[in-house]
């Protein structure tokens, strides 16, 4: 027995093509805060939207630089949660199975996520903000923004920051999988950043099945054909459980 309906599981196993969507949520097993959790301890005092952008790091560079590093330590002192490792065998079962993140923990390759496009880019990454050059290591000396050996330009993470565009063969990709997808899930996100509202809801106008899995209701629980309401580290290992017991 599976407290799953009957008519989604069937949706879902006879998909050829699904499409999952992940936000912070997924990672939060993880430890790592998302991006509407009430903020604690030393970076409190400031909004995401206010440090990830270009504005901020032309303004203060050390500031932007020293919260990613805050976020990089954190994510690399993490470790993928039982909803990454759900997905993982999901993309198994799928005949064409795309993940489109928000998320630039890497968390989804690190688990074993093989088709994964990230659009806000990856924070292990670092990248010169002048050349563009990739920077495979750098020293902080705890005083000054590490510069590029190329160029001597300022070193960034390579992530999209607000009004920055997303990369655009990652974009498309993901454009064009949810246009003919035939489940679409939105995992752990709040849906209120693009492209992710559009892509879901571009997916269902072309007849997708639209899934949520949330801890919240979001702009889109009200228009998705399923919902389901908790924890996607506990939801997505019921499901794949769900998807091996033999149909009634
Ligand atoms: P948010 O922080 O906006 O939303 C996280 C969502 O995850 C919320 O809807 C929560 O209800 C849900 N959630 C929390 N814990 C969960 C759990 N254990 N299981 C399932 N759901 C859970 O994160 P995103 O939607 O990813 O952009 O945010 C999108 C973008 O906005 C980010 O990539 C970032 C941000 O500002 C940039 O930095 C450009």
Known sequence: MTDFPADF????KSAERVVVLTGAGVSQESGLRTFRDDPIGLW????????????????NPKL?????????????????????????????R???FTLVTQNV???HRAAGSQNVLELHGNIRRVRCSVCGAFADA???????????????GLLRPDVIWFGESLP???LQSAVEAARICHVFFSIGTSVVVQ???????AAQKEGAVLVEINAETTPLTQTADFAFRGKSGEILPRLIEALTLPSR
Do not use: I, M
């Open 9 to 12: 599981l069937r949706h879902l």
């Open 44 to 59: 409190a005092q400031y909004k995401p939207e206010e440090l990830a952008t270009p504005e901020a790091f032309a303004a």
């Open 64 to 92: 932007v630089w020293d919260w990613y590093a805050w976020r990089r330590e954190a994510a690399q002192n993490a470790r993928p949660n039982a909803g990454h490792y759900a997905l993982v065998e999901l993309e198994k």
């Open 94 to 96: 799928v005949p064409q």
């Open 105 to 107: 923990d890497g968390f």
């Open 138 to 152: 750098w020293t902080d000396d705890g005083a000054n923004v590490p510069t590029c050996l190329q160029c001597g």
């Open 168 to 170: 655009q063969a990652e």
């Open 195 to 201: 492209p992710a509202a559009s892509l879901a809801r």
